[in-house]
C-alpha cells in the first residue's frame, strides 16, 4: 500500500536517486522496481536473535556496521511511512538532516525532524489514503501516486511452471483468507461454499498465503475438490504474480488483497475488525464492510469470539459482489477494445 510513494516521488525528484529500506521477507516486492536506485535490507531478525542470546557486543557491532552502509549514502530526506519506533530508529540511523515521519507512534517523533498525520481516512476512501497524503506534503501530485509493484520475469516464469503443473487451468480466482489477526478471519465454511459457487461457474480457485497457512489451504482443498493452493509455495512476489494471471480476487484484509486493488484486479475484500480502506483506484475493488457500533475493533475484539462483523458478510453477499466486479471489468475492456477499434 505504500508502493504508490515510489512513482510519486519519482515524479517529484526525477534527478533524485531513491533506495528503499525493508526486511528481507519483503524485499521481493520491490528488488525488481526500476525506479528505485538501491533496496537496503534490515536484519532486524538476527538483530532480535542476537538480543534473545544476549550477544550484545555483536548486536552493537552489527548496528554500527548498519549505520556506516545507510550515512554512505548521504540521504536527504528520509521518508518513514510506518511511523513505529523501529522505524524511525533506522530513520534517525542514516543521519539525514530531513527525516519525515507518518502518523508517529511509540514515541518515535522524537526521532523525526517533521511529523505528518493525515485527517481521518472518512475523508478520503481510497486505497492507501494516509500514504497519498504524505507524498502530497512532500510536494507530489495526487496523480502520481499510483501503487505500484512491478512482475519480474523469473517470478512470471515461476507461476508458469506452476500452471503448467496443474494441467493450465483457466478463469483462475486468488483466495486470499489468512492474516495475523483472527478477528480479521472469514470462516472456512464459507470460504469452502464461495469455492464451490465459482467452481460451477467454471473458475479454478486457488488460495494463497504463507508457509504457516498451508495446513488450513489443504484442509480447504480436501473439503472442496478441485480447488488448488499455493500457500507456501510461492515467494511473495511470484504471489503477485500469480495474482495477475487471475480474473478474480476474493480475499481479507491481507497484503495479498492489496496486490488486487493495485494490479486493478476485479477485487472483493472482506473487512470487519479492520477497515483500510472503503474504495480501490477503480470501481474493480469492492469492499464488503458493516459499520456495526464495535467495528472497527482492530485488536481489541468484543465479541467474544463471535466475530459478528465477519458473519454478516455472507455467501451470496460475496458473491453478487464478485459477479459484479466482474462485469464492470469485462464493459470496461470491451469499450476499450471499441475505442481502439474506432481510432
Keep these: 500500500m505504500t508502493s504508490g510513494l515510489i512513482p510519486a516521488l519519482h515524479a517529484r525528484f526525477p534527478n533524485a536517486e531513491i533506495s528503499w529500506l525493508i526486511e528481507p521477507a519483503a524485499a521481493p516486492l520491490v528488488q525488481d522496481n526500476p525506479k528505485l536506485t538501491n533496496v537496503l535490507l534490515w536484519e532486524r531478525a538476527s538483530w532480535r536473535k542476537l538480543w534473545h542470546e544476549r550477544r550484545f557486543n555483536e548486536l552493537l557491532q552489527a548496528v554500527k556496521a548498519f549505520r556506516r552502509t545507510l550515512r554512505s549514502h548521504q540521504f536527504d530526506l528520509v521518508v518513514d511511512a510506518q511511523g513505529l519506533l523501529k522505524s524511525s530508529f533506522c530513520a534517525w ?55 505500484d509493484l512491478p512482475i519480474h520475469p523469473k517470478a512470471a516464469d515461476k507461476v508458469q511452471n506452476l500452471l503448467d503443473s496443474w494441467g493450465h487451468p483457466a478463469q483462475l480466482v486468488a483466495l ?29 480457485p486457488i488460495i ?40 478474480l480476487l476474493i480475499g481479507v484484509d491481507t497484503g495479498l488483497t492489496h496486490v488486487g486493488s493495485a494490479l486493478k484486479l476485479p477485487t472483493v475484500a472482506l473487512f470487519g475488525s479492520t477497515n483500510p480502506y472503503t474504495a480501490g483506484d477503480t470501481p474493480l475493488t469492492r469492499v464488503l464492510y458493516d459499520r456495526l ?16 462483523c465477519m458473519r ?26 471499441q475505442i481502439k477499434a474506432e481510432g
Design 93 to 147: 540511523l542514516t543521519g539525514a538532516p530531513r527525516r519525515v515521519v507518518l502518523k508517529p507512534r511509540e514515541g518515535s517523533h522524537l526521532l523525526a525532524t517533521e511529523s505528518v498525520t493525515p485527517p481521518s481516512t472518512h475523508d478520503d476512501p481510497r486505497i492507501s489514503a494516509e500514504y497519498r497524503y504524505l507524498a502530497r506534503q512532500l510536494g507530489a501530485k495526487d496523480s502520481d501516486f499510483q501503487l
Design 176 to 204: 486470499c483468507p489468512f492474516t495475523t489477526r483472527p478477528q480479521k478471519h472469514w470462516f472456512e465454511d464459507q470460504w469452502s461454499l464461495v469455492a464451490q459457487a465459482l467452481l460451477k461457474k467454471g473458475y479454478t
Design 208 to 247: 494463497l498465503g504463507g508457509p504457516g497457512d498451508q495446513e488450513t489451504a489443504e484442509r480447504l482443498c480436501a473439503q472442496t475438490p478441485g480447488v488448488r493452493h499455493a500457500a507456501g509455495k510461492l515467494k511473495i512476489n511470484e504471489s503477485v504474480a500469480l495474482i495477475a494471471r487471475c480474473q
Design 293 to 308: 457500533p464495535c467495528s472497527p475493533c482492530h485488536r481489541h475484539p468484543t465479541c467474544h469470539g463471535r466475530f459478528d
Design 312 to 337: 454478516q458478510l455472507t455467501v451470496e453477499r460475496v458473491l453478487t459482489a464478485a459477479e459484479e466486479v466482474v462485469k464492470f471489468e469485462s464493459r470496461n475492456t470491451s469499450q476499450e477494445l
